[in-house]
């Protein structure tokens, strides 16, 4: 699996820097909302269930926005781990990843206008098991951070339009 990894990073870090028009891309989530809070999405030819627990008025049939974020992280991250030990030539055994987001529904529920409507804190625990040592394991970390999307996407703002 390494080398078919490998064989892929190589080939499409060579298309991207030798035409940076081809490494632009657009994604795209589709959902509609069904019974309740209960939505059905679509992404590429994938679909999966939306809801909230019971304890707020959904059904509980699949996992809430918010904890889609948080998946959303813990496997960028390891997608990430994974595309730069390979790279780097950094051995990489194992890597799972923890992530918990803090939120208070009062914010959500309009309860309290000082109280903002999502995480108010996201911990990320990585655990990883390599051969490597602490410091190509510290540089590899350091390259996850500073390039995994998702954490860019929650550490800094990106413009969001409603046309």
């Not at 019974?35 to 509980?60: K, W």
């Not at 903002?116 to 190509?136: H, Q, W």
């Amino acid at each position: 699996m390494s080398a078919v990894i490998a064989q892929a990073i190589t080939e499409a870090t060579a298309a991207f820097r030798g035409d940076p028009l081809n490494a632009r891309a657009t994604f795209k989530s589709e959902s509609q909302l069904t019974n309740g809070f209960r939505s059905e999405v679509r992404i590429r030819e994938h679909s999966l269930t939306v809801d909230e627990p019971t304890r707020i008025g959904g059904t509980n049939d699949g996992p809430t926005p918010v904890e889609l974020v948080l998946a959303a992280l813990g496997t960028c991250q390891e997608i990430t781990y994974r595309a730069f030990a390979t790279a780097l030539d950094i051995p990489l055994e194992h890597v799972a990843v923890t992530v918990e987001g803090d939120i208070d529904f009062r914010g959500f529920f309009a309860i309290d206008p000082k109280v903002r409507p999502g995480f108010d804190a996201i911990r990320v625990t990585v655990n990883l098991t390599s051969s490597a040592s602490a410091a190509e394991q510290a540089r590899l970390r350091e390259m996850v951070n500073r390039h995994c999307p998702v954490l860019d996407m929650l550490t800094r703002p990106v413009p969001v339009t409603f046309p």
